[in-house]
Structure formats: C-alpha cells, structure tokens
C-alpha cells in the first residue's frame, strides 16, 4: 500500500509559476512509478506527466510541455510538479498516482493509489 499526499496549490495570475509537491509514504514508495493527472471544472481527469521509479524517463502531455517540469527526490520520498508559464487553462485539481505497473504512462487506468486533490487556479 502507499498514500499519496498533494500540497502546493493554490491561486495565482496568468504567466506566473507554481511548484507542486507530493509525499509518498508506505511500503517501498521509492521503487513506483509516479505521475502527476489533473481534472479541470467540469471535464474528465487527463494526464500532465509521470516519472518512472528512478527519474530515468519521464514523459508530458502536449498541452504542458516546456512549462511544467516533473521531479522526485527518492531521499524524500516526494514527488514534484514545477510549472511554468502558467494559463488559465491550467485550471484544475491536480492529483499525483502511484502504481507498480511496468510500463504504465499516461492511462489512469494503470495507476492504483490516488492523493486527495490540489486545486489550482490560474487567474487571467
């Protein structure tokens, strides 16, 4: 089992930047695959990025790439979510995941364990 934990959201303006952090706890949390979804007001959960096990490979969604940047720090058990460039477009409650799957990537179906939620809002 792992729980997942977000913090970091918040409000800010358009063009501004926002750092997302989520703490990984329970048995061996360092060796999952993690992954950042969102779900803006009113439309299905998407994926933004994820990060396999070590940092090695990481992947985005178009609609992000260049502006937001995913991390971990093993040594922490944390996951990171930087972005950039914001837009209000990237309104939405931003959730990490956690899975053992080999491979998975981008399909939420593929990943178990779920945070609570962090809701960002970028004004314009």
């Known amino acids: 089992q792992v729980q997942l934990a977000e913090s970091g959201g918040g409000l800010v303006q358009a063009g501004g930047s926002l750092r997302l952090s989520c703490a990984v706890s329970g048995r061996t949390p360092n060796s999952y695959i993690l992954a950042w979804f969102r779900q803006p007001p009113g439309n299905e959960r998407t994926f933004v990025a994820h990060?396999?096990?070590?940092?090695?490979?990481?992947s985005y969604a178009d609609s992000v790439k260049g502006r937001f940047i995913i991390s971990r720090d093993n040594t922490k058990n944390t996951l990171y979510l930087q972005m950039n460039s914001l837009i209000p477009e990237d309104t939405a409650v931003y959730y990490c995941?956690?899975?053992?799957?080999?491979?998975?990537?981008?399909?939420?179906?593929?990943?178990?364990?779920w945070g609570q939620g962090t809701q960002v809002t970028v004004s314009s």
């Open positions: 995941a956690a899975t053992a799957r080999f491979g998975a990537v981008s399909d939420s179906n593929d990943y178990r364990f």
């Open positions: 990060i396999s096990w070590n940092g090695g490979r990481r």
